[in-house]
């Protein structure tokens, strides 16, 4: 069993989220709900401060402008400067040839410590063939697990794969995580709040990257499970699953003990 929950809640991270219009409450309250600190700020005048100021910095593109843009880019780097590690939520990223480049733009200019997405994200930042629906995952086909280990090893971070059963690769290992409930993909912002957690958690970790991350997405994916056991219907769900976020502790969830090696 690992203690990274209880070490996340005593040290209580500042979590620094550059997000979108749609989700920045439910966002703020789970990470609340979590036990981390959430603070929501895009202004280029005091980004680089805040995510010097931060322990991780969350970078997402739901409902990016041309500012927003610049002051991410600007955040990112500052992050980069103290240390901290940087998530990169490329929403929506095969919707828009704006968001595209704006993905190209900060995987060129920031070193981004995890990319979490849906499969239709991946897909754009891949280059494969995908038939993109907005913010949601959409419909192709391609071999997860080797997609998204090529973009871990293209731009040398984390890459999160999330759905039915999320992927995780850091290009040489890969881990599969199952569990969670489909009412979590019809509830908007699942996916956005899961990358600000992966940041508290990836802030919280002192040992291997891919293990924190490995556990934020078991701790959510169980208490997505748990969560629909009180009510699988959207409304009802909301709630109880930001009780659970507060309520799981290290000994209600289970990171995978092996990660599988990937060929490059
Ligand atoms: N069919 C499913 N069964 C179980 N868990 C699921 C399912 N779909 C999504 N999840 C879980 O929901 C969470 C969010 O993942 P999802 O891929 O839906 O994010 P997303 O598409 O980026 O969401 P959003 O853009 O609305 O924030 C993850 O923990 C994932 O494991
Ligand atoms: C619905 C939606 N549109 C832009 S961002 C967002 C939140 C889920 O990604
Ligand atoms: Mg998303």
Same mark, same amino acid.
């Given at each position: ?12 991270? $500042?979590?620094? /989220?550059?997000? @979108? ?5 439910? #966002?703020?309250?789970? $990470? ?23 322990? /991780?910095?969350?970078? @997402? ?5 041309? &500012?927003?843009? &610049?002051?991410? &880019? ?6 980069? !400067? ?9 929403? !929506? ?46 419909? *192709? &086909? ?7 280990? #090529?973009?871990?090893?293209? +731009? ?6 999330? *759905? ?17 409930? %489909? ?8 996916? /956005? ?5 992966? !940041? ?19 701790? +959510? ?12 219907? %959207? !409304?009802?769900?909301? %709630?109880?699953?930001?009780? #659970? ?10 990171? %995978? ?8």
């Amino acid at each position: 069993m690992s203690n990274l929950l209880s070490e996340l809640r005593e040290r209580r991270p $500042l979590v620094h /989220c550059m997000t @979108n219009i749609v989700v920045a409450n439910f #966002q703020a309250n789970g $990470l609340l709900a979590l036990g981390a600190s959430p603070v929501m700020a895009d202004a280029r005048e005091e980004v680089e401060e805040m995510a010097a100021a931060a322990s /991780c910095t969350v970078l @997402n593109i739901g409902t990016l402008h041309r &500012e927003s843009l &610049e002051a991410m &880019e600007m955040a990112g780097k500052a992050a980069n !400067g103290a240390g901290n590690p940087v998530v990169l939520d490329p929403v !929506g990223a095969g919707a828009t040839r704006f968001r595209r480049d704006a993905v190209s733009r900060l995987l060129g200019s920031v070193n981004i410590t995890l990319i979490r997405g849906n499969t239709g994200e991946l897909a754009a930042l891949a280059g494969v063939d995908w038939k993109a629906s907005g913010v949601d995952a959409g419909d *192709g &086909e391609m071999d997860v697990e080797t997609v998204a280990a #090529q973009v871990a090893r293209n +731009y040398d971070c984390l890459v999160a794969v999330t *759905g039915a059963t999320d992927v995780l690769t850091d290009g040489k290992r890969t881990m599969r995580i199952s569990g969670g409930h %489909p009412v979590m993909s019809r509830i908007t912002g699942s996916g /956005c709040l899961l990358s600000a957690v992966c !940041g508290a958690f990836l802030a919280a970790g002192k040992g291997d990257p891919f293990h924190s991350v490995a556990a934020a997405l078991a701790f +959510y994916k169980a208490a997505g499970k748990r969560a629909a056991e009180v009510s699988s219907l %959207p !409304g009802s769900f909301l %709630p109880a699953f930001m009780d #659970q976020l507060a309520l799981i502790g290290d000994r209600d969830f289970t990171v %995978p003990e092996s990660a599988k090696e990937v060929r490059a």
